[in-house]
Nanobody
Framework: QVQLVESGGGLVQAGGSLRLSCAAS????????IGWFRQAPGKEREFVAA????????YYADSVKGRFTISRDNARNTVYLEMNSLKPEDTAVYYC???????????????????WGQGTQVTVSS
């Protein structure tokens, strides 16, 4: 089992940057692929990015490709989401989540992740 805690959210102007962190507890953190999702008011939770347990592979949503970078430091039990060139439409609560398996179309599906953090708010002003 793994517990996840997000941090790093805040208010930023359009074009700015933020780095989100997802800190995990549990000695098996390095075994878990991690995903980032976001949910804006009145919208469904959507996939943002995912990274394999070793950090050697990743996926991105088309809407963030080229602007966001996911990475992990297994020695620190932490996954990061570096967000650049932020847009007002990136405003949402951002969640990190863990799952047991890597790869396949289910990597994009929130329902395939069994462990979730509480979320961190990101607000991008225009």
């Amino acid at each position: 089992q793994v517990q996840l805690v997000e941090s790093g959210g805040g208010l930023v102007q359009a074009g700015g940057s933020l780095r989100l962190s997802c800190a995990a507890s549990g000695r098996t953190f390095s075994s878990y692929p991690i995903g980032w999702f976001r949910q804006a008011p009145g919208k469904e939770r959507e996939f943002v990015a995912a990274i394999s347990s070793t950090g050697g592979s990743n996926y991105y949503a088309d809407s963030v490709k080229g602007r966001f970078t996911i990475s992990r430091d297994n020695a620190r039990n932490t996954v990061y989401l570096e967000m650049n060139s932020l847009k007002p439409e990136d405003t949402a609560v951002y969640y990190c989540a863990a799952r047991l398996l890597w790869g396949g179309s289910t990597s994009y599906q929130a329902g395939s992740y069994g462990y979730w953090g509480q979320g961190t708010q990101v607000t991008v002003s225009s």
